[in-house]
């Protein structure tokens, strides 16, 4: 059974409409479990039905000590509002109060940032600017070369600004849509990228997807670029339902176009491996039998999607009718 804390929520600040900051602290003022830079905490939050989830949030440092993290006394994280998912970021910014207790998972980190020498570069889109502002400070921390490049549709949107123009001073590059009248150019961001620093993206699918793109096409390995989602799976268009089966028992479900295989089967009281629900970790990879699959994961190679044989059940869909799961 993963542990747990019960912390408190010492602050509960709107930063802008769109994005809510919290400072959780234990009621005795104790040292809390460390936590190194692109590490998260999972939320207990209360959906609208009234049923219990998990929501996972980047812990911010902007600390340049080097121990800054081992033993702190607070975590803060920031949660942006999200009308169109499933409740959970309605709960953090509607009903979860300064004052409140709340049940949260120890930290873990999926996306770690690289120690020792060389250059970092930081690709932060909204909401994904928290695990990064972690990653910068541990780089001024460490004496190490770090530039961010930090996107949003408008700077009355974007959080921490004045925090990370302290932080950075010149190796902060802020960019606006509405002032640029257009999105981040990511071929003039990868051209401008020093030999052999490693390059960190976090933000929304549609800038996660860009970069990937234009980085497979600079001919860049794939070990210098690592990323994390920010955002939960979307009903694309012409997504319908399926059934799937589960071999192993030959128990029979519909899944509708709003919803994943995972959550219908956790639905229908099974309990398959997951940790992300976005298609990044590769816990819930699962052996596919028969069907054609819609693969939307960042796991799997382009080999291991043509050979159609597993899928990341969080997030990918059938192609067709029907899907025989080996589970």
């Not at 509960?12 to 590490?39: C, H, K, T, W, Y």
């Not at 609208?48 to 121990?67: Q, V």
């Not at 409740?87 to 120890?106: N, P, W």
């Amino acid at each position: 059974m993963t542990p747990t804390l019960q912390l408190r929520v010492a602050e509960a600040q709107e930063l802008n409409p769109m994005i809510r900051r919290f400072v959780l602290r234990a009621d005795d003022g104790r040292a809390l479990p460390g936590f190194s830079a692109g590490a998260h905490i999972r939320i207990q939050v209360e959906l609208p039905d009234g049923s219990k989830d998990w929501r996972h949030y980047s812990l911010i440092n902007f600390a340049t000590e080097r121990n800054a993290t081992n033993a702190p006394t607070e975590y803060v994280i920031a949660v942006r509002r999200e009308d169109t998912g499933r409740g959970g970021s309605r709960f953090m910014h509607e009903r979860l109060q300064q004052g409140d207790a709340v049940t949260i998972e120890l930290p873990k980190n999926d996306f770690p940032l690289h120690t020792g020498p060389g250059g970092t570069v930081l690709v932060a889109g909204g909401i994904g600017i928290t695990p990064l502002a972690s990653m910068a400070a541990r780089r001024r921390a460490e004496g190490e070369p770090v530039r961010l490049h930090y996107a949003g549709r408008s700077r009355d949107l974007m959080a921490f600004l004045p925090e990370l123009q302290a932080l950075l001073g010149e190796d902060l590059r802020v960019h606006a849509d509405a002032e640029a009248g257009g999105p981040l150019d990511i071929d003039a961001l990868l051209d401008a990228v020093p030999a052999g620093d490693r390059l960190y993206v976090c933000g929304p699918k549609v800038m996660l997807d860009a970069v990937l793109a234009r980085t497979e096409a600079h001919g860049w390995e794939h070990d210098r670029v690592h990323f994390e989602l920010f955002t939960e799976p979307v009903v694309e268009a012409g997504d319908q339902a399926f059934e799937v089966e589960l071999a192993q028992s030959g128990r029979r479900f519909t899944v509708p176009a709003n919803q994943s295989i995972l959550d219908c089967l956790i639905e229908h009281g099974c309990d398959p491996m997951f940790d992300c629900k976005r298609g990044e970790c590769g816990v819930c990879t699962t052996p596919v039998l028969e069907g054609e699959i819609d693969h939307r994961d960042y796991v799997l190679s382009a080999r291991e999607k043509a050979e159609g044989n597993v899928m990341q059940i969080c997030i990918s869909r059938a192609k067709g009718a029907r899907l025989v799961l080996d589970i």
